[in-house]
């Protein structure tokens, strides 16, 4: 008797485990039919500008309306906004081709918009613009940081002799100058050389992991360091 009663039992606990689950629905499979999205084309606010069509909310803060295009076959768009000196990265998600953002005064940004759409995992990226949200008026602005590095993050190459490149933008026009810091520990503290131009030759050890960091000047004394690039050497 009591091994039939012992029996049941365990019938009774393997048919809850069989009939119970996570209590998560699967995630739909994404649908082979439905067409891929198109990347969007950026409108506002303008690369490599000041953005002075914001409406204050406060001495320190603004309202500012991004603008794109719309995309084909989009869905949802996410709009991916940085802020260039903190590094603080944020997002937002609409169905509209537009998007009011409050953001700080005096303050440089980048934003690129990620197009989705449904039934697919599949996405497209529009280009990253940067622009620099007007605070209270100065007579000079901070460049922006140098940006679109070479070697990309993360890419490997070949040791020996390398030309480092980067990009850079200053909305007051002014002459730049440039520092270039090269090292194997992050932060890089080792200055490699200074520069006027967007490039700087270098020689490489093999088998070895850099760091190196650009620092660019204008002529009124304003300086932006770019963030900290990483790339390997091959063995």
């Given at each position: 008797?009591?091994?039939?009663?012992?029996?049941?039992?365990?019938?009774?606990?393997?048919?809850?485990?069989?009939?119970?689950g996570s209590g998560d629905d699967p995630a739909p499979d994404p649908d082979p039919d439905v067409p891929a999205p198109k990347a969007a084309t950026l409108v506002f606010p303008d690369n490599n500008e000041e953005c002075t069509e914001g409406v204050l909310v406060s001495d320190t803060e603004s309202l500012v309306t991004f603008e794109w295009t719309a995309a084909e076959n989009t869905d949802t768009y996410m709009l991916i906004l940085t802020n260039?000196?903190?590094?603080?990265?944020?997002?937002?998600?609409?169905?509209?081709?537009?998007l009011e953002v409050t953001l700080e005064r005096g303050t440089a940004y980048s934003w690129y918009v990620i197009s989705r759409a449904n039934g697919t995992n599949e996405t497209a990226l529009s280009t990253t613009w940067r622009f620099y949200n007007a605070g209270v008026p100065v007579v000079n602005h901070a460049p922006f940081p140098p940006y679109e590095p070479f070697p990309q993050m993360g890419l490997a190459v070949n040791a020996g002799n390398i030309t480092l490149?980067?990009?850079s933008a200053d909305l007051d026009g002014d002459v730049l100058t440039f520092t270039l810091?090269?090292?194997?520990?992050?932060?890089?503290?080792?200055?490699?050389?200074?520069?006027?131009?967007?490039?700087?030759?270098?020689?490489?050890?093999?088998?070895?992991?850099?760091?190196?960091?650009?620092?660019?000047?204008?002529?009124?004394?304003?300086?932006?360091?770019?963030?900290?690039?990483?790339?390997?050497?091959k063995p």
């Open positions: 008797m009591k091994i039939v009663y012992k029996y049941f039992l365990f019938t009774m606990v393997l048919s809850l485990f069989s009939c119970g260039l000196e903190s590094g603080e990265e944020r997002s937002s998600i609409t169905t509209n081709s537009e490149k980067w990009n810091y090269l090292d194997t520990i992050s932060p890089p503290t080792t200055i490699l050389g200074e520069t006027d131009s967007n490039s700087f030759n270098a020689t490489l050890d093999s088998n070895t992991i850099y760091y190196w960091q650009v620092v660019v000047a204008d002529g009124a004394g304003n300086n932006t360091r770019s963030e900290i690039f990483e790339f390997r050497t």
